[in-house]
Structure formats: C-alpha cells, structure tokens
C-alpha cells in the first residue's frame, strides 16, 4: 500500500558557529516548534518522530523533543553519517506512505566544535578506513583530514581525468558565497571572488584551498510530513510533495582504486537518482531546483555530473555557461549550500527540505527561483549513504 505524502510544515533556525549556538536539545525544539507553526498544528497530531543527529548520546531525539511535549510517541534517533537528515526524511516518508502513520515529524540538529571532523571512537576500525585505505593505495598514505582526503582525492580524479582546472571548484565557491548573501539563515553571508578563493590556504596544493571546505556549524530543521487523508483532516498545506525518493549505499565499485569519485557516493548519487526519475516519471530535464551535498567544492562538481544535469566530463562546461545559478539551466544550492550556509551534519538534510519546500512554494524571498516547480534534493554520507529526493508543487 502507498499513499501521497506531502510536506506540511517546514522549520529552520539560523546556523551558527561553533560556541555561538545554543545547545541541541534548544535548537532541536525550536526547529520543531517552527515547522508545527508553518504546519499549523499541535505537536499532540504528531504520530511518530525520527531525529537526526551524529555527534550526541542516545536518545538526544527525545531530549530535544521534550523541550516541545511528553505525548508518548515512538521517537526513533538516526544516524547516517551527513545523509542522517535525509535518512529520518525517508523513514518519515516510508512510515506515512505504507499506513503506519498519517503525520510524522523529520528534524535533525548539530551541536559541533571548530576543526575538522574526527573519529570519536578511536578504539576501534573507522567506518570510513576501506575509504582511505583505498585512496592510499593510488596516492600513498596522507596525514590530512580523513575527509579532506576523501573528497580531494574525487576531485583529483575529475581534475586528471577531464583536465578540469582548480578554478571550476573556485567559481563554485564563489557562487555559493553570492547565493548565501540572499539567505538569512546561512552562517556566511560575505560574498567571495573567484580569486578570493584562490588565494586562500591551501590545504592540498593544487587540489584545494580552504574556501572550498564547509565549516563546522550548529544548527537545526524540521519538516513535518502528512498524508492526504491526514491533510484534509486537519487542514494542511498540500502544495509540496514527495514525487519519489531513493536511499543507495556503497557498491564494489566504491572501493576501486581506478575511480576515486566513487569514494564519495559518485555512483551511490547515480543510482538513487535514476531510481527516483523512473519512480516520478520526470527526469534531469524537469528539474528546476536543486539542493545538493556540497561539503566540498568537489562534491557539488562531481554531482552535477552523476544526477544527470550535464554529461560526464561537462562540469567545467556546465559552470562557465551559468548553468549553475540563476539564469542558467538549474539554480544549485539557492541556499548558500554547505559551504556558505552550513553544515551542522545532522540538519543539512532537514535544511535542503526547508529550502526546496519554500522555493517550491514560492516563498523564498530574494533566493526565489522563478517558475519554480520541480526540486530535487541530493544529501551524502561517506561510509556510506546517498538520499535522492524529488519534490513537486
């Protein structure tokens, strides 16, 4: 049994810093208590709750939504590496649409310290080891950040493979920057040049500069999802749903040395994006919105190619023409995306939801895409997990 689920209410708090934020369970409940508003229900409609987080003890799910109510419900903690927001989205989703649920709330939050990011667990094997390991055995062993590895290496790969040069993860930066300047939950809002980029710290000379990162950030979104028996019950908006939506994990080809894309979800994206076009029968060339996974410069280069917007190869193509932003083909990122707007791990998923629902309603102020109608949401976790989602109005 399915049924259509719709996107009823939408919350989102302002990304901060590290040390400038309030605590998790506070911005988990405020976030929650934003999308109950934009729903306009009472949390005592909520049948079923799952909370996205990484960096937190268990059970910080529940703790955050007793700062909104005690009502009883099953509340369920998901960790899936940075695809965790999106994760409790589709379990959300799945719940509704197979009857176990008419309303259910996905919110996900991030309280982080400033660095890189870490293993917690140092006593036992990392679940990004066979990542590296299979990145060490093309380029040798590397005392950089995992992540930075990770995805450098990916970019690297594009770079020796299609000779595109470091200015193409430059001027996607810099779009960020631009896009984020419109947004004002985003964490930065300064406008960066390509050259601003450039001239940054390398981190890895010729494959990236510090710009090209994401920051650490804390945070929290929610999205309450309702069925459409549920939303003429009650009253709910009925002006987005979810057209079709994929999970995809780690294949063989993940962890073949001949291809380093493939480390960071390269095919993980293709396949759960092709899923999602067969589900909803629209395909890349009815997108008109896109909120992808751009924890890196690299990734967002590398995506733009596995979802289909533009042929393998036609990144560096894709992003001189505009094609990218407005006025282009697609609009990326209208949010500022990871890397100006933020990466608190759990929320960013719950985030990319808050953006596209409000673009697709047409309530996206200065980061509106005209006309817009179909979305589509990409969010990845190494280690590994991919969620592709497409939203209609």
Known sequence: ???????AGVGMVPFTKPGQNETYDLMGAAAVQLAL????????????????????????GQRALYEVGLTGIPVFNVNNACASGS???????????TGAADVALAFGFEQMVPGALGAVFNDRPSTTGRMVDTIASRLGASDV???????GAAGLEHMERFGTPLESFAKIRAKASRHAARNPLAVFRNELSVEDVMADKVLWPGVMTRSMACPPTCGAAAAILCSEDAAKRLGLDTRVWIAGQAIATDAPNTFDASDMRNAVGYDMARRAARQVYEAAG??????????????????????????????EGGAEKFIDDGDNTYGGRYVTNPSGGLLSKGHPIGATGLA?????????????????????????QHNLGVGGACVVTMYRN
Do not use: W
């Not at 994760?87 to 649409?97: F, K, M, T």
């Not at 309603?361 to 895409?369: H, K, N, P, S």
């Open 282 to 311: 629209i395909g890349p060339e009815g997108i008109d919105v896109v909120e992808m996974h751009d924890c890196f410069a690299h990734n967002e280069l590398i995506t733009y190619e596995s979802l289909g917007l533009c042929a």
């Open 352 to 376: 990319q939801c808050y953006e596209l629902t409000n673009q697709l309603r047409g309530t996206a102020d200065a980061r509106q895409v005209a006309g817009a109608r179909v979305a589509l």
């Open 87 to 97: 994760s409790a989205i589709y379990l959300a989703r799945q719940a509704i649409e």
């Open 1 to 7: 049994m399915t049924r259509k689920v719709y996107v």
């Open 145 to 151: 950040p995992v992540a930075l590895q990770i995805f």
């Open 37 to 60: 508003q934009d729903a306009g229900i009472a949390y005592d409609k909520v049948e079923q709750a799952y909370a996205a987080y990484i960096y937190g003890d268990t059970c910080s």
